[in-house]
């Protein structure tokens, strides 16, 4: 049927209507050109608002009143404490406006209201008080030297902890408000200030959080938002000369060019990419647990995760009956409306992700895999796809090597130990890897054997503030939360002093 079969929260109607404009030096401003963009609901395939279309002009705007706020104040004139209580209340405002929120990522991203809402947004508001809890705790050391040249001198060496100055920060569409929080959150804790660019498909929510961050009274200039493309807002960006660190979640393919652009003035680059992680259930394994625990791996958020468990490996003996217990959870998922109570899996979150998702699924089946589970497109309006579990997958095919970056798993059976950390690390990518076993000593061994930034054993996808999270290999340079994302906004200052 053709019907939208959801419609518009009510108290979503004002914020959509009302101008979606850009967050430059504390006031919301159209951009230069005046141009706009529209923004889609996913399940339905309307347009839901118009965001202004920033560009190169409005990101340097945006970059000046960064500069300023770094340089001249008030930003860098704060104490840690009052720095840390600021980045604090924002955890608060989003708590306290959970319910707006997850509407709106559910109507931008097509994500279930109730995981949006325990998932993106409780998240979103933990990592800012995490994060607001190190602004304090930020300290260099004191360091004995040994000068040979200088013998009997005395030396008085420390280390001093300074913010890198202004961050742009490009994030992608799976999570909006999330991947905002995990970079406005260690930015803020180290007194760097922001141009963040929010994805073009999904806006709405990182808009919302800049109110939210005027709100809680974080000075003008300190968080500039920047709606726009990726090939004009975010290019200018990673290309900008007055810009000190470029921080990107995205493609792989788009983070190369992020390197590219970032080389004009050496600004230092961090970047989470794509993934292809493996999954591995052992013959040992609570089969229950490891079936449900490996459908959630590669269904959850309708599939669009970096870590995605998206290569099953299943050791030969159970292969069949593994297989079969996530096709039967797939074929029983209820996929629709995220705004529906009863929706497991919502629409994808665009018509290009939709295209590339259907493309991938026909080139896998094309290259001789078999679809246990779906394996097509729901006919219906908006970005629709069947939850897929691909079996007889091999190394080689393209469904098992590329990232998909929708809801299909490839399943391949292994036999040994050697066998699989051979297939297992066969990939670009390294950016998460999930083990099921009963074996403590074996879970433990493959662990190390992983080249991957996150092994999660028994469980998966579980994100906290206070865990790093990045990638070996192709899936990216240094990493986001707990206290190692704090280094990638700080620079080592050295101070010598002759007594
Ligand atoms: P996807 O292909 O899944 O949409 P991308 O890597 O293209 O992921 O997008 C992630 C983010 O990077 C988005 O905010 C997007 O606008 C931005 N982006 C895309 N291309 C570029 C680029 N050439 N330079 C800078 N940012 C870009």
Redesign the pocket.
């Known amino acids: 049927s053709a019907a939208i079969e959801h419609s518009i929260p009510k108290s979503l109607h004002s914020f959509l209507a009302s101008p979606k404009q850009l967050l430059i030096d504390g006031k919301w401003v159209d951009a230069v050109s005046g141009k706009t963009f529209d923004v889609f609901d996913p399940a339905t395939d309307q347009v839901i608002a118009q965001a202004a279309e920033g560009d190169a002009a409005d990101v340097d705007l945006a970059v000046a009143a960064a500069r300023r706020a770094f340089d001249l104040g008030p930003w860098s004139k704060l104490t840690a404490s009052d720095r840390g209580r600021l980045i604090w209340k924002i955890g608060d405002l989003i708590e306290a406006n959970a319910d707006e929120l997850a509407q709106l990522e559910t109507i931008d991203n097509g994500k279930p209201l109730g995981v949006a809402k325990a998932a993106d947004v409780a998240l979103a508001a933990d990592m800012f008080r995490y994060m607001a809890g190190w602004a304090t705790k930020i300290e260099g050391n004191t360091i004995p030297l040994n000068v040979p040249y200088a013998p009997g001198s005395q030396f008085h060496a420390f280390t001093l902890k300074e913010p890198v100055g202004v961050v742009g920060q490009?994030?992608?569409?799976n999570f909006p408000l999330l991947m905002a929080a995990w970079k406005l959150g260690p930015a803020l804790a180290t007194g760097c200030t922001v141009v963040l660019?929010?994805?073009?498909?999904t806006p709405l929510s990182a808009l919302r959080l800049g109110e939210l961050i005027l709100e809680a009274g974080i000075p003008s200039g300190v968080v500039n938002i920047v709606t726009g493309?990726?090939?004009t807002a975010?290019?200018a960006?990673?290309s900008h000369p007055d810009v000190d660190k470029v921080a990107?979640?995205?493609?792989t393919?788009?983070?190369k060019?992020?390197i590219n652009?970032a080389t004009g003035n050496l600004k230092k680059v961090t970047l989470e990419l794509g993934g292809k992680s493996p999954n591995v259930v052992y013959d040992d394994a609570d089969l229950g647990m490891a079936i449900a625990g490996a459908a959630d791996a590669i269904f959850f958020n309708q599939g669009q995760v970096c870590s995605a468990g998206s290569r099953l490996f299943v050791q030969k003996g159970i292969y069949d009956d593994v297989v079969a217990g996530i096709s039967e959870i797939a074929k029983n998922m209820k996929v629709g409306s995220g705004f529906d109570a009863t929706t497991q899996m919502g629409p994808l979150v665009s018509r290009e992700?939709f295209k590339r998702v259907t493309g991938y699924l026909q080139a896998g089946i094309a290259e001789g895999a078999e679809a246990s589970a779906g394996g097509a497109a729901l006919d219906r309006p908006g970005y629709f796809v069947q939850p897929t579990v691909l079996k007889h997958a091999s190394e080689n095919m393209s469904v098992v090597r590329e990232e998909i970056?929708g809801p299909v798993v490839a399943a391949m059976p292994f036999g040994d130990d050697s066998e699989l950390i051979g297939k297992a690390n066969n990939s670009s990518y390294g950016l998460a890897a999930g083990i099921w076993t009963r074996d403590i000593s074996k879970a433990h061994r493959l662990a190390k054997s992983v080249k991957a930034g996150t092994v999660w054993i028994n469980c998966y996808s579980i994100f906290d503030a206070a865990l790093p999270f990045g990638g070996y290999k192709q899936s990216g340079w240094g990493r986001e939360m707990g206290h190692a994302a704090l280094e990638n906004y700080l620079q080592t200052k050295s101070v010598c002093v002759k007594l």
Request: proline share 7%; no cysteine; net charge negative.
């Open positions: 490009i994030i992608p569409w660019k929010p994805a073009e498909q493309f990726g090939e975010g290019a960006i990673a990107f979640t995205g493609s393919e788009v983070g060019l992020i652009a992700q970056f």
